[in-house]
């Protein structure tokens, strides 16, 4: 399954249900992040429907009265049928209600949309067989949270290995929501084993197409493997964080490259490694990593571990967050979980509260008390952007080794070396040799010496 309209004329619904355990404020804020993942894909949000229901697990999801009414913003394509049991009635006297004011200055509140909508978005995840009873009922393409955050990440895939893994997750997803194509009818065509019906075939295929995708996924995780080795001799940083919070821009900032940051969620999806900029001897390596979310689908986090590996593997996390978006206390919860999840640690870690521009001193001096060891930036202000970098420097420097080295004017080409990847502090020139002092990584120490032998 995939968002097949074009995003152009697609409208959407979208619709909260209220449980006991997501209400107010947090079902409130939930939906207005579906709205920017929706607009992320293209679609105007033209209305938002909400209702109290003990659980999302109700065949229909919502009361018959309320797929009615919403069938009608659809233009009454479907049918409206009672659910088995007869538990058709609202459940009136739960009050869950999205009866908070958020800013959700693109998401018109629960109200008639200003089109009929043709798409329907519902801020939880549904079983292949409630998509279907909804859509039955509502006569429209009918998504979940899941559904759309797949396809946002299908869209945004660039290098292989992300377009790998997300095409594994994508067919996970699909393959139990597949329906039937034709009547049904046993039919026995070319390709189509006896008996087989076209769903079957269908599944067949994806099943297929998987096991093809995993072995190929196998074969760059390899390669990726092999290149992440060469790079354990430096020092490396992970930017790690929620989608949004200001990574690729800090990644741009601190290692002068041309990483893409954009406004839009998911945008980075596959992890990029640059040199920190002004370059340091040793070289410092930064990688920018895959943005998270609230209720990522678990085979999304499942099917990334390769790519966190580069987060697994850096010696310090920048944990960057949006400071001026107010639920980024709950966005750093849910990137501790993934990142417990996936079993990244990394031994040293800082708080990087970004987009500091966007609050006012007092917001500033009020964080700085609540998190005291973090550091406040802006990836747009340079300033910060050194304080950043020498920072960084400092930590890199605390497991470096200092170490005089004598080498041979006879042997004076390993100098040129020593200066491109350590950082020598002083030079002494006696009659046949130089003696240099240089700091460095235990392993590059560990290098030198072993190449000293060999001379
Ligand atoms: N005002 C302000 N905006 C910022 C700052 N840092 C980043 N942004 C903006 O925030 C948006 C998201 O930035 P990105 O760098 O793409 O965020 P990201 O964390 O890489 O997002 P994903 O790749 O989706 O995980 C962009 O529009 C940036 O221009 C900042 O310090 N101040
Ligand atoms: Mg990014």
Do not use: W
Request: aromatic share 4%; proline share 3%; with cysteine.
């Amino acid at each position: 399954m995939q968002l097949t309209a074009k995003p152009s004329l697609n409208n959407a619904l979208l619709i909260s249900v209220c449980t006991p355990e997501l209400r107010g404020k947090e079902a409130a804020e939930s939906l207005a992040e579906l709205a920017r993942l929706v607009t992320t894909l293209g679609f105007k949000v033209v209305g938002t429907q909400s209702q109290n229901q003990s659980s999302t697990r109700r065949v229909n999801v919502l009361g018959l009265g309320k797929l009615a009414e919403i069938a009608q913003l659809t233009g009454n394509q479907g049918v409206i049928e009672a659910e088995e049991d007869g538990e058709d009635e609202l459940d009136d006297d739960l009050d869950y209600g999205l009866d908070y004011d958020l800013d959700m200055a693109s998401v018109p509140s629960d109200n008639l949309p200003l089109a009929c909508a043709d798409i329907v978005v519902f801020d939880c995840d549904l079983s292949p067989s409630q998509l279907r009873n909804v859509e039955n009922q509502l006569g429209v393409e009918v998504f979940d949270r899941t559904g759309v955050i797949i396809e946002i990440f299908s869209r945004h895939a660039r290098t292989k290995t992300a377009k790998l893994q997300v095409e594994i997750a994508r067919l996970n997803y699909v393959a139990p929501r597949l329906r039937e194509t034709s009547t049904g009818d046993r039919e026995h065509q070319m390709g189509k084993g006896a008996g087989e019906t076209t769903l079957e075939l269908n599944r067949r295929n994806v099943r297929d197409q998987l096991a093809e995708l995993k072995r190929q996924l196998v074969s760059v995780q390899e390669e990726m493997k092999g290149r992440r080795t060469q790079r354990s001799e430096n020092f490396c940083v992970a930017l790690v964080g929620y989608t949004n919070a200001g990574k690729s821009s800090m990644m741009r900032a601190i290692t002068g490259s041309d990483v893409e940051g954009e406004n839009k969620l998911f945008a980075t999806l596959d992890t990029t490694v640059r040199a920190l900029f002004p370059i340091t001897h040793p070289r410092i390596l930064v990688s920018d990593t895959v943005g998270f979310i609230k209720k990522l689908p678990h085979d999304l986090v499942a099917s990334f571990h390769s790519t966190l590996a580069e987060a697994h593997d850096a010696s310090l996390l920048l944990y960057v967050v949006d400071a001026s978006d107010p639920s980024f206390r709950k966005q750093l919860d849910v990137v501790h979980e993934v990142l417990e999840e996936v079993g990244v640690e990394g031994s040293k870690k800082l708080l990087v509260l970004n987009k500091s521009d966007q609050l006012s001193v007092e917001q500033q001096a009020e964080l700085m008390v609540e998190f005291p060891d973090a550091m406040l930036t802006s990836a747009r202000d340079p300033k910060d952007i050194a304080k950043l970098h020498k920072y960084i420097v400092g930590i890199s420097e605390e497991g470096m080794l200092q170490e005089e080295i004598v080498i041979p004017y006879t042997a004076n080409g390993i100098v040129g070396e020593i200066r491109n990847s350590m950082s020598v502090t002083k030079e002494e020139y006696e009659f046949d040799h130089v003696k240099l002092t240089v700091r460095t990584s235990e392993v590059g120490l560990a290098r030198l010496k072993k190449r000293m032998l060999d001379l």
